[in-house]
């Protein structure tokens, strides 16, 4: 079994890029359906459990949580139980033994005992602009400026999330595999390079 | 004309990976020989260049110029001019129009009008150990502590000498196109993989 997880920055094109690696190598594709399996289980709406999820642990909705240090407030143990169910579903992907991609949901690092092939996918500012710009008619209406703090502030939230839940570093360098600026590349292009890297990768003796 | 740079950690095989996909790809490799031209046209002994081009620039060597903070101490100077010659070099290397490879030195920045692919080479520290100690006899005498001081204290310093002269952050992954971990790769699979990105990379539209 291989597994390829992906974690990205937002714009970056790791998504998509996800999508076209498990297509071209025959591999399934995970991503929304995970929180989708978790909401399910939980009898919750799929969007209230995604942004409650990658709520980072310590920012409780109401002031009145944020001093009670000493337990955890309903919302952290509520975000608590919605991580360790999406372990959970992590953990009944991988025990399917099929071969797939992976997005998001630190799944490196819960699945590290799997061996998974880990990506992490980049680009530079210009380009995650511009990348947003074209998927979101929202976004259209943002300036530069505007578009790079709601990057800045998305990316900034997924490295608190790992960091809480991991132990390990959102981006750098020591915690994956390969790291991938997508900035110059048409992602159709980069796919097939990066399934050969990928290939090579999980023939190695 | 292409031109790959490669920036890497101490011990991480960035060398070897360098040399390796110069030779599948028929590109000439470029690593000691720029030091040596260095040398060469300054009339200094090679490793002298070697040390002295590498000191971050605020390291005098004796106390007594610790101070001079307001002009360039005589070894400040020194080493100014042997990064101006360096980048000279460099430059002339581009301007000869052969596909090459060039390891360490800053290249990717230098040169980055020429549209250098630029890789980093990281490891895993065990695995950095473990390859220092392979590769020279003298590492064997050291424990595991020690190795690790070691190499940190290489890296350290290569982190300082690019911030120094670039301004762009050494090892962080808005720096270049693809990071690679060499941790558990033998080096000789590895180079072809690496060596296919590289061409689809300049085979891009």
């Known amino acids: 079994m291989h597994i390829i997880t992906i974690s990205r920055e937002f714009g970056s094109g790791g998504r998509e ?11 399934v ?25 990658e709520r980072p642990i310590w920012q409780a909705p109401s002031p009145t949580f944020r001093h009670s240090f000493a337990t955890p407030s309903l919302f952290q ?23 797939c991609v992976i997005v998001g949901r ?20 210009e380009a995650k602009i511009k990348r947003c710009r074209e998927r979101a008619a929202a976004d259209e209406q943002l300036t530069d400026k505007q578009m790079t703090q709601k990057i800045n502030s998305i990316d900034k939230n997924r490295a ?13 360098r020591a915690a994956y595999d390969l ?22 990768w999980f023939a190695r003796k």
Chains 1, 2 share one sequence.
């Open 179 to 200: 790291i991938i600026n997508t900035s110059g590349w048409n992602l159709k292009e980069l796919t097939p390079a990066v399934a050969d890297f990928a290939q090579r």
């Open 77 to 99: 143990s509520e975000q608590l139980n919605l991580l360790m169910e999406q372990r959970k579903v992590l953990e009944e992907i991988a025990e399917k033994g099929e071969d």
């Open 106 to 125: 630190n799944a490196d690092v819960v699945l590290s005992e799997y061996g998974p092939l880990s990506l992490f996918v980049c680009a530079n500012m």
């Open 29 to 53: 594709y995970y991503d929304r359906e995970i929180i989708a399996a978790i909401a399910q289980r939980s009898h919750m709406d799929t969007d209230y459990v995604e942004n409650a999820i």
């Open 160 to 172: 608190k999330v790992r960091e809480m839940i991991t132990g390990s570093k959102w981006g750098d």
């Open 17 to 27: 890029l996800g999508k076209r690696l498990a297509d071209q190598l025959g591999y």
